[in-house]
Nanobody, 112 residues
Framework: EVQLVESGGGLVQPGGSLRLSCVVS????????MTWVRQAPGKGFEWVSG????????AYAEPVKGRFTISRDNAKNTLYLEMNSLKSEDTAVYYC?????WGQGTQVTVSA
């Protein structure tokens, strides 16, 4: 069974930065497209960003375009999300996902 474990969340002031990581167990990571999804308090899930298996193609939701960067290290089975210029509306639980599997999420809170 594949396991995804996110880390790197926390409390940050508006304008600050965080880097989320997601370590994936097993040997399917390098062949899988990956995404980051978030859920703000009281709201539904929102797709944030995606990356193909080789890391050559990335995509972003409009609210985060230009501020967030998705990347991956297939040698380390790890997915990243670099988040800059954070806003209060970025407050959410962030999940990394791959086909049929989600992590447990990491909380990001942007507040003064």
């Amino acid at each position: 069974e594949v396991q995804l474990v996110e880390s790197g969340g926390g409390l940050v002031q508006p304008g600050g930065s965080l880097r989320l990581s997601c370590v994936v167990s097993g040997d399917t990571f390098s062949s899988a497209g990956m995404t980051w999804v978030r859920q703000a308090p009281g709201k539904g899930f929102e797709w944030v960003s995606g990356i193909n298996s080789g890391g050559s193609f990335t995509a972003y939701a409009e609210p985060v375009k230009g501020r967030f960067t998705i990347s991956r290290d297939n040698a380390k089975n790890t997915l990243y999300l670099e988040m800059n210029s954070l806003k209060s509306e970025d407050t959410a639980v962030y999940y990394c996902t791959m086909p049929d599997s989600w992590g447990q999420g990491t909380q990001v809170t942007v507040s003064a």
